[in-house]
């Protein structure tokens, strides 16, 4: 093994929280992952040690020039008891991309994904093992160089934080309620629509508010420019069956490229549908639902895998979807995602990495 990383074992172990009852983000395992850079020196000393508070100094740039980054995955436990993480190269290489657009030193993937398996493995009594339950694992990089000015700061810090995750939908997969924003902009091309940080999120939580107030748990966005096409559904890319056509956003530069966009695809490819990544407009959107031709919309991510959607509101068109009811394409998608990623279904891709 390149990358070995030193372990200090907490001494207050936490009481495991009822993994049936497991709300998203909200409870954490005993140890993290930290590793810093220096500018000069690079990467260095990685080490696995107890969770806690971190202390910096107030004039980290984190905090007022917000130069962070971070990934999301899971790990999973089959049914043997192996633990499973699902296409983590696919994280690492996306954290470089992002890093190149903010100016964060560049960091070896094998070094990332090696990390992970290590925090993972010291903390594997922690993974849930009831149904459509899941290890979150969470890496990011902070600035934390103390200096108030406009550049790259000199010293940053990876992390590795890790949280028992429950089923993202109580009660099973069910459609949602979809608000589609033509007021505010997520991302244009040329911005940082296409890189995982904070600050994309941030900006996104107004158009989130409007949209829960008016009774809907999520926004389509429009593209920035025109506001015509669509793009993304809140934090997922998003899927349009019309006709027998499924339909998603390029990869233009505002989007980001979701790893599960990415093994949706395939799967589609692989199943020989007819697939497209092109621009589509809501204007298309609304002719195809009142012709009855539009047959299913879904989102795709890491926390749901796959979100059906039952209703899109747009002005003063309310565009109900396959009559509220999860598609065939959905649900089909599903099962199979999640029978790959716990090991239920052989991996014919190659996905799945063994902790």
């Not at 007022?64 to 983590?88: C, D, N, V």
């Not at 991309?97 to 594997?124: F, G």
Request: with cysteine; hydrophobic share 40%; net charge negative.
């Amino acid at each position: 093994m390149k990358y070995s990383f030193e372990i200090t074992r907490t001494a207050c172990p936490k009481e495991k929280p009822d993994e049936n009852d497991l709300v998203f983000g909200t409870v954490f395992t005993d140890h993290m992952f930290t590793m810093d850079y220096d500018e000069g020196i690079g990467w260095h000393d990685g080490k696995i040690v107890p969770y806690g508070p971190l202390s910096m100094d107030p004039a980290a740039t984190v905090f007022h020039y917000g130069q962070e980054m971070f990934e999301g995955l899971k790990a999973y436990k089959t049914k043997e008891g192996r633990i499973l993480l699902f296409r983590p190269d696919k994280n690492a290489e996306r954290i470089n991309s992002t890093n190149d657009r903010i100016c964060i030193p560049q960091i070896d993937p094998e070094l990332v994904v090696e990390a992970v398996k290590a925090v993972v493995r010291v903390d594997r009594d922690w993974i849930p093992s009831a149904p459509c339950t899941s290890l979150y694992i969470r890496p990011f990089i902070i600035a934390t160089e103390a200096f108030l000015g406009v550049r790259p700061a000199r010293q940053y810090k990876f992390m590795i934080i890790l949280s028992p995750v429950g089923a993202y939908y109580k009660g099973g997969l069910h459609p949602t309620k979809i608000f589609v924003e033509d007021e505010y902009v997520r991302a244009v091309v040329g911005g940082t629509g296409y890189a995982k940080i904070g600050g994309n999120y941030a900006a996104s939580l107004k158009a989130q508010q409007k949209a829960a107030a008016r009774g809907y748990s999520q926004v389509l966005w429009l593209d920035g420019v025109e506001k015509k096409y669509v793009e993304e559904i809140g934090t997922s890319n998003a899927f349009f069956v019309i006709d027998d056509e499924i339909i998603t956003s390029p990869l233009t530069g505002s989007i980001l490229p979701g790893i599960t966009r990415d093994s949706v695809l395939a799967i589609l490819r692989g199943w020989g549908m007819k697939v497209s990544e092109r621009r589509l407009t809501i204007q298309e959107v609304a002719e195809a639902s009142k012709d009855g031709r539009l047959k299913e919309v879904f989102a795709t991510g890491t926390a749901a895998v796959i979100s059906p959607v039952g209703e899109l509101c747009w002005k003063d068109q309310c565009m109900v979807i396959n009559n509220e009811e999860i598609g065939a394409v959905s649900q089909k998608l599903y099962d199979e995602l999640v029978a790959i990623q716990t090991g239920q279904k052989n991996d014919e891709f190659g996905w799945t990495v063994e902790v």
